[in-house]
């Protein structure tokens, strides 16, 4: 345990974001301006410019993952219509409850509504009230429960699939070498994870579940049941309505549960899948360092003690956590997975210093022009709180599908 975590490269190249955020800068203009019908399209074009060759007719048809958005707007209508899941087989009963449950929360905007077997999230509102953060908010909710939730509604309960995702396989030599892999990043957690909570060092402890949950999500990118499996350990030893004590011994059964999921089941969901509205956020540098800071004076103030495993632990916890939550460009991931590789399995002493490096080149980096755009990271924050609750208010009178 005198050493440094392991590195695992990615077994895919990580992927940028597609969005133009004078797009966004742009919708927020139209709509200030009432011009209504232009909302829609520059908010596609501001996710990704290639999105135009969606369109059939006064249709949007796209893809994202296992499900296709249709998004058609009239002159007085956005209607959203997402088909999601046929429950004809399933275990009707207790699916039919967790669906219900599901349009509680964590639905806000969007709704499930059953026609016949078929489940579909749907949305419509007149084109007056298409606030870009609210129509944007809607999309981005529908992708990513969509995503979220079908393969839990498919293994507990028997739904199925109202089509097959269109997904491009990795190699099989690639798939034996990823789940290789993830068992060596699991066995070292667990095993790094037992000597903390030996040693009484629970915040380590803590840190070794994190980075460990996150690291197998940005190493081997996994679609289906276990990525499902990978985020709800991750929300779980956030949960700050359980004590400390529960998340870290809820976290050490998530990492067992990983650990002894079926070969053949992970292998299955190693695949590249066609998306919409990415589940992660656009990792701009200012966020970065406002998300880093307290984090990056700690960490310096623990080498300068001599606390070079608490810092790597620390730093690396940041690291992992950026790639988990954020699609980041290579200028900004470049130094960072450097510091990983460089660090990997070396004395603490020698580790620190290296990461320490990695972060610094983000904290230190001088920031020339302004970013503008949507803070996506921000964007359930304060100031789409106040838009949403100004257009609910304005909705009241109108119907919400």
């Not at 964590?106 to 579909?120: I, Y």
């Not at 079926?262 to 899948?273: A, G, I, N």
């Not at 980096?365 to 803070?375: A, K, Y």
Request: net charge negative; aromatic share 12%.
């Amino acid at each position: 345990m005198n050493n440094n975590l392991s590195y695992f490269p990615p077994i895919n190249p990580k992927k940028a974001s597609t969005k133009q955020d004078e797009k966004w800068d742009e919708s927020i203009a139209l709509f200030n301006n009432r011009q209504y019908e232009l909302v829609l399209p520059t908010l596609l074009d501001y996710i990704d410019s290639n999105l135009r060759t969606k369109r059939k007719g006064k249709t949007y048809e796209i893809a994202h993952g296992s499900v296709v958005l249709f998004i058609s707007q009239t002159e007085t209508e956005l209607i959203i219509k997402c088909p999601f899941l046929t429950i004809e087989d399933s275990k009707k009963v207790p699916l039919m409850r967790r669906l219900a449950e599901l349009r509680m929360y964590p639905l806000n905007l969007a709704n499930l509504t059953l026609e016949g077997d078929r489940v579909f999230f749907t949305f419509s509102c007149p084109i007056q009230l298409c606030e870009p953060y609210k129509i944007y908010g809607v999309l981005r909710e529908i992708c990513l429960y969509a995503d979220s939730f079908d393969d839990e509604l498919i293994e507990k309960f028997g739904a199925a699939h109202l089509q097959e995702p269109a997904v491009s396989p990795f190699p099989d030599n690639l798939k034996e070498q990823a789940y290789g892999n993830c068992q060596a990043i699991l066995s070292e957690g667990l095993e790094r994870f037992n000597y903390y909570m030996e040693k009484r060092q629970a915040n380590n402890a803590w840190y070794t579940l994190s980075i460990t949950f996150k690291k197998l999500e940005f190493y081997s990118e996994p679609q289906g049941y276990f990525r499902t499996l990978i985020e709800k350990a991750v929300d779980g030893i956030q949960d700050r309505r359980m004590q400390f004590q529960t998340r870290l011994q809820t976290g050490k059964s998530s990492l067992e549960v990983l650990k002894n999921h079926p070969k053949e089941k992970f292998l299955s969901d190693l695949y590249q899948v066609e998306t919409f509205v990415p589940h992660k956020y656009s990792g701009k540098k200012e966020n970065i360092r406002e998300n880093w800071e307290d984090s990056y004076y700690e960490a310096k103030e623990q080498i300068s003690n001599r606390q070079f495993e608490d810092a790597c632990n620390l730093m690396q916890s940041c690291f992992y956590s950026l790639f988990y939550y954020n699609l980041v460009n290579e200028s900004t991931s470049k130094p960072i997975t450097d510091a990983l590789a460089q660090a990997s399995q070396m004395e603490w002493n020698l580790a620190a210093p290296i990461l320490m490096n990695g972060m610094e080149s983000i904290m230190e980096d001088s920031l020339f022009g302004q970013e503008f755009g949507m803070d996506l990271s921000k964007i359930m924050g304060a100031q789409m709180q106040e838009s949403m609750a100004a257009i609910q208010q304005m909705m009241a009178n109108f119907k919400t599908y």
